[in-house]
């Protein structure tokens, strides 16, 4: 198949990209390089099958694709609070103009949503069922109401205009091609313990969170996008639950540093509790993650440590 994927540059892009070259598809990968890099992907330039395109998903764009996975937005708090009204644009225009391709070249269309469409949870763990708690006017809204509203026209041109299509909820995902800077806690810590830095942990630490490791995740996003049976939303997640301070203790642990804890106040409607149900994927696609936290941060920590 010919296959697009917006964000295709990214963290979790580029993972997907390798493993769809890898099952013999042409891939045709957007980026801005907003937050993407070419390095992440200069490993793949000299694969005949491998194409790069720099274009902005706001603006529209015609391709003769098979399959489109939309992931081009800015996942990290820091990167999207840059300029949140982008944010914004880009979940809301890039949905419009993935699925007008779609529905133009009948392709089945992949949207990458959140986690963060839960917001500040009240139900725990989240199943798909659960409709969120969501501040619409603080500063995580631009991504989280931006992520939001793609779902609604998802599902809007699937019933109005029969669109295939397929959504997934990422929750919280780590591994190799993070980048150093971006202010997400499993690079931050690391990158904290390996240069001796103070490990900045928020508010208490007792806020939970639910880390994958980014090879299960992309066998999940796979899984999705090739069967009949669901359109989504799935949750695709590691269900491990960890408070923030216990893995700052273990990212110190793995990576021997003597970096101290230090803690910093809460940002604005952080989370309290996040964890997915994988009931669904699980029934689904026979799908459950396979690489825990002290393996998937031994992988993360000998990445970083090669590029720092
Ligand atoms: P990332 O920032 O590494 O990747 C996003 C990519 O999109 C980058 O290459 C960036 O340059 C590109 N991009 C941003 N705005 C664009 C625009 N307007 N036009 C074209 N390209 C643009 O982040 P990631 O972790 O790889 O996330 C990929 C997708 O998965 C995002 O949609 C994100 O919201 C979603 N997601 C990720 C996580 C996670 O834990 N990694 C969790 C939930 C959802
Ligand atoms: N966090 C932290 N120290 C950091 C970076 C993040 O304590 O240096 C916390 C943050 O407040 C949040 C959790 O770690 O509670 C996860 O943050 P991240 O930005 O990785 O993801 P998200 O909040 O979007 O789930």
Not at 78 to 93: A, D, E, G, R, W
Not at 171 to 197: C, E, W
Request: aromatic share 10%.
């Amino acid at each position: 198949m010919r296959i697009l994927i917006t964000g295709g540059a990214g963290f979790l892009g580029s993972h997907l990209s390798e493993r769809l070259l890898l099952e013999g598809h042409e891939v045709v990968c957007m980026d801005n390089f907003f937050t993407g890099r070419k390095c992440n992907i200069t490993h793949l330039l000299d694969n005949p099958y491998f194409e790069l395109m720099r274009h902005d998903v706001v603006d529209p764009f015609k391709l003769e694709v098979d399959q489109i996975y939309n992931l081009a937005c800015p996942a990290s708090p820091v990167h999207y609070q840059h300029n949140p009204i982008k944010t914004t644009k880009t979940s809301v225009m890039g949905a419009i103009n993935c699925l007008g391709l779609a529905k133009r070249v009948n392709a089945r269309v992949f949207q990458a949503s959140t986690s963060e469409v839960y917001g500040d949870p009240s139900v725990h763990p989240q199943p798909e069922s659960y409709w969120g708690n969501v501040n619409t006017i603080g500063i995580r809204s631009c991504y989280d109401e931006g992520k939001r509203c793609a779902e609604t026209l998802f599902f809007d041109y699937h019933r109005q205009n029969q669109v295939d299509i397929r959504v997934v909820r990422i929750f919280n995902t780590y591994g190799p091609r993070m980048l150093a800077d971006d202010g997400r806690v499993v690079s931050n810590f690391i990158v904290q313990a390996l240069q001796g830095q103070d490990i900045t942990v928020y508010g208490e630490g007792q806020q939970t969170r639910s880390f994958c490791y980014v090879d299960d995740l992309i066998e999940g996003f796979v899984g999705l996008m090739n069967q009949d049976q669901v359109i989504g939303p799935m949750n695709i997640g590691n269900p491990g639950e960890f408070t923030i301070l216990e893995l700052a203790q273990k990212v110190i642990e793995l990576t021997g540093s003597k970096s101290q804890i230090v803690y910093r106040p809460m940002p604005e409607d952080d989370p309290k509790q996040r964890q997915p149900d994988i009931t669904q994927a699980k029934a689904v696609l026979g799908w459950e993650p396979k690489v825990q936290l002290e393996a998937g941060l031994k992988k993360t920590i000998e990445y970083f440590a090669q590029q720092l």
